[in-house]
């Protein structure tokens, strides 16, 4: 699928070395530095649980280990996706002169936002401290329970970018559709709240993100492992995304010049 | 000439189509395909035929737009033709400076910027770090090398630029047209590089208006027009071509 190895590693050392620059001046220009990479999610997390904890007529506390179980890894999908969408579009700087693998840009977007990733579940960590009563074994699966959702992210980012590239009116339809994946999730309300055989409840089981959110909401809410089912239908979900995603990139690489 | 062939086109057509930004909409895209409506295409390259061989010199001259640097940019593989057959050596180091400080990041040092725009040009961390102490020095940038080089002048920029792109080990060199810039001093100081370079049979391929350094510095000038290679060959005849077309079209403009 690539060819030509020696540019591409030329293409991944740069990317690498870049992202790590990118991150490395964000914070020298901040007044507050590396403490806002804490603030900004726990500002965030902190509202939306105190709004939605009266909405869903639950324990607070209970209710914000909940919400933030699968709301970091969304955030991050999220994040991911419209990054990565833009990616290319935003890269036209070098694209347009010096020839840089088309995945390189994609790539550093995935770097940098795992990057924030890890300072968000810092954070969501530091609260459960507060509001957390059983830690469990279960934890430790969560640097593994991150992978189906960096894959599909990076995959329907890459998607998207192909088309952000072509059609530049499909950002707000993407950004649509996010939203409405969101607030059709699990992530906001639990599954309880709706009676077994609503109508409701049979949505959710069609709804994929059903299966990404179980993913961190059982072990960090349930104090349970991940069904085998979980595990089956986000993998297989983010599989696709990807090879559909990179296919894309691959069919369409000799046209984003023209484009960009 | 038995040397080894480092870029190789064949038929090479490319074509841009004639749109604008606001064009590249799905809202866009769906009408025309609804009124089966063509969009123009505007020729850039038709049916070029090229072949370099190491340590060869090659200046490109022609009029404004007649398609030099989509040519220097097909070569560079940034733009993949629409039609047509591009080999490279992938084994060198090929150096494009289409234009100077490609890659530099102006929030970045200088210092980083070398880093991240010598890894684009395909050379290793240890390599740029061998070389970063001569690089500074050539560019005499000593009390500035940290400093983020949007606080740098366009003259400090473009030395930086140049020298990064000569010092490390370049073994093929694309130039559009960038001298120029700096003082006089320091242009000299780049001529005697570049000149060096040469010498030690670094391939090279320059866009230039300045027929007479072409005429001193490659061995084989290529004349593009409307998209063609019109003329090819000896640096004196071709130039010689190029200057008598070029001064009938001013006789027609002053008359």
Redesign the interface.
Same mark, same amino acid.
């Given at each position: 699928m690539l060819s030509?190895e &020696?540019?591409d590693r030329?293409s991944l050392?740069?990317t690498w070395?870049?992202s790590l620059?990118q991150l490395?001046?964000k914070y020298r *220009?901040t007044a507050l530095g590396f403490v806002w990479n804490f603030l900004e999610p726990a500002l965030y997390l902190i509202i939306l649980s105190l709004v939605f904890a009266v909405i869903n007529r639950m324990n607070i506390s209970d209710y914000a280990v909940f919400l933030f179980s699968a709301l970091v890894p969304w955030r991050y999908f999220e994040k991911v996706v419209s990054l990565v969408m833009e990616s290319l579009v935003n890269g036209e700087w070098?694209?347009?002169?010096?020839?840089?693998s088309p995945f390189a840009f994609p790539i550093n977007k995935l770097i940098i936002s795992s990057f924030e990733f890890i300072f968000s579940i810092v954070v969501a960590f530091v609260l459960f401290a507060f509001l957390k009563e059983n830690w469990t074994i279960h934890l430790i699966i969560i640097p593994i329970a991150i992978i189906p959702w960096a894959v599909f992210g990076f995959g329907l980012g890459l998607i998207c970018a192909v088309l952000y590239t $072509?059609?530049?009116?499909?950002k707000p339809l993407v950004q649509m559709i996010l939203t409405l994946t969101f607030f059709t999730s699990p992530i906001l309300f639990s599954r309880a709240v709706f009676l077994p055989d609503s109508f409701q409840a049979r949505v959710m089981n069609f709804h994929p993100i059903t299966y990404f959110a179980a993913l961190f909401q059982k072990p960090v809410y349930n104090a349970i492992w991940p069904s085998e089912i979980d595990w089956i239908v986000s993998t297989s979900i983010a599989s696709v995304f990807l090879i559909a995603g990179l296919f894309l990139i691959n069919k369409y690489? &000799?046209k984003f *010049?023209?484009?960009l | 000439m038995n040397k080894k062939i480092i870029f190789s086109l064949e038929n090479i057509n490319v074509e841009?189509?004639r749109h604008s930004?606001s064009q590249? &909409?799905?809202?866009n895209?769906l009408g025309r395909k609804l009124n089966k409506h063509k969009s123009e295409k505007i020729v850039a390259l038709k049916n070029i035929n090229l072949e370099i061989r190491e340590s060869e010199h090659i200046g490109i001259i022609g009029r404004n737009g007649a398609g030099k640097s989509t040519l220097l940019?097909v070569i560079?593989?940034?733009?993949?033709p629409g039609s047509g057959k591009v080999y490279f050596d992938?084994?060198k180091h090929i150096v494009?400076l289409?234009?100077l400080g490609?890659?530099f990041?102006p929030?970045?040092s200088g210092r980083?910027n070398c $880093?991240?725009a010598g890894?684009?040009m395909?050379y290793?961390?240890k390599e740029i770090e061998d070389k970063i102490e001569s690089i500074v020095d050539f560019a005499e940038l000593q009390n500035f090398i940290d400093e983020p080089v949007k606080n740098y002048s366009s003259g400090m920029y473009a030395r930086l630029a140049f020298a990064l792109a000569t010092d490390i080990n370049p073994q093929v060199l694309l130039v559009d047209e960038v001298f120029g810039v700096g003082d006089e001093f320091f242009m000299n100081k780049c001529m005697i590089r570049m000149k060096e370079l040469m010498n030690k049979g670094l391939t090279t391929i320059f866009i230039s208006h300045n027929l007479d350094f072409l005429i001193s510095q490659s061995n084989r000038l290529i004349w593009i027009d409307d998209g063609e290679i019109k003329l090819e060959g000896n640096p004196l005849t071709v130039a010689e071509a190029y200057r008598n077309s070029d001064n009938k079209l001013q006789l027609v403009k002053t008359g």
């Amino acid at each position: 699928m690539l060819s030509d190895e &020696s540019i591409d590693r030329r293409s991944l050392r740069f990317t690498w070395y870049y992202s790590l620059s990118q991150l490395n001046t964000k914070y020298r *220009y901040t007044a507050l530095g590396f403490v806002w990479n804490f603030l900004e999610p726990a500002l965030y997390l902190i509202i939306l649980s105190l709004v939605f904890a009266v909405i869903n007529r639950m324990n607070i506390s209970d209710y914000a280990v909940f919400l933030f179980s699968a709301l970091v890894p969304w955030r991050y999908f999220e994040k991911v996706v419209s990054l990565v969408m833009e990616s290319l579009v935003n890269g036209e700087w070098l694209l347009k002169k010096l020839y840089v693998s088309p995945f390189a840009f994609p790539i550093n977007k995935l770097i940098i936002s795992s990057f924030e990733f890890i300072f968000s579940i810092v954070v969501a960590f530091v609260l459960f401290a507060f509001l957390k009563e059983n830690w469990t074994i279960h934890l430790i699966i969560i640097p593994i329970a991150i992978i189906p959702w960096a894959v599909f992210g990076f995959g329907l980012g890459l998607i998207c970018a192909v088309l952000y590239t $072509f059609f530049r009116d499909v950002k707000p339809l993407v950004q649509m559709i996010l939203t409405l994946t969101f607030f059709t999730s699990p992530i906001l309300f639990s599954r309880a709240v709706f009676l077994p055989d609503s109508f409701q409840a049979r949505v959710m089981n069609f709804h994929p993100i059903t299966y990404f959110a179980a993913l961190f909401q059982k072990p960090v809410y349930n104090a349970i492992w991940p069904s085998e089912i979980d595990w089956i239908v986000s993998t297989s979900i983010a599989s696709v995304f990807l090879i559909a995603g990179l296919f894309l990139i691959n069919k369409y690489k &000799s046209k984003f *010049y023209y484009y960009l | 000439m038995n040397k080894k062939i480092i870029f190789s086109l064949e038929n090479i057509n490319v074509e841009f189509e004639r749109h604008s930004l606001s064009q590249r &909409s799905l809202r866009n895209a769906l009408g025309r395909k609804l009124n089966k409506h063509k969009s123009e295409k505007i020729v850039a390259l038709k049916n070029i035929n090229l072949e370099i061989r190491e340590s060869e010199h090659i200046g490109i001259i022609g009029r404004n737009g007649a398609g030099k640097s989509t040519l220097l940019r097909v070569i560079s593989k940034v733009i993949i033709p629409g039609s047509g057959k591009v080999y490279f050596d992938s084994s060198k180091h090929i150096v494009p400076l289409l234009e100077l400080g490609i890659g530099f990041q102006p929030e970045l040092s200088g210092r980083e910027n070398c $880093f991240v725009a010598g890894m684009l040009m395909g050379y290793s961390k240890k390599e740029i770090e061998d070389k970063i102490e001569s690089i500074v020095d050539f560019a005499e940038l000593q009390n500035f090398i940290d400093e983020p080089v949007k606080n740098y002048s366009s003259g400090m920029y473009a030395r930086l630029a140049f020298a990064l792109a000569t010092d490390i080990n370049p073994q093929v060199l694309l130039v559009d047209e960038v001298f120029g810039v700096g003082d006089e001093f320091f242009m000299n100081k780049c001529m005697i590089r570049m000149k060096e370079l040469m010498n030690k049979g670094l391939t090279t391929i320059f866009i230039s208006h300045n027929l007479d350094f072409l005429i001193s510095q490659s061995n084989r000038l290529i004349w593009i027009d409307d998209g063609e290679i019109k003329l090819e060959g000896n640096p004196l005849t071709v130039a010689e071509a190029y200057r008598n077309s070029d001064n009938k079209l001013q006789l027609v403009k002053t008359g």
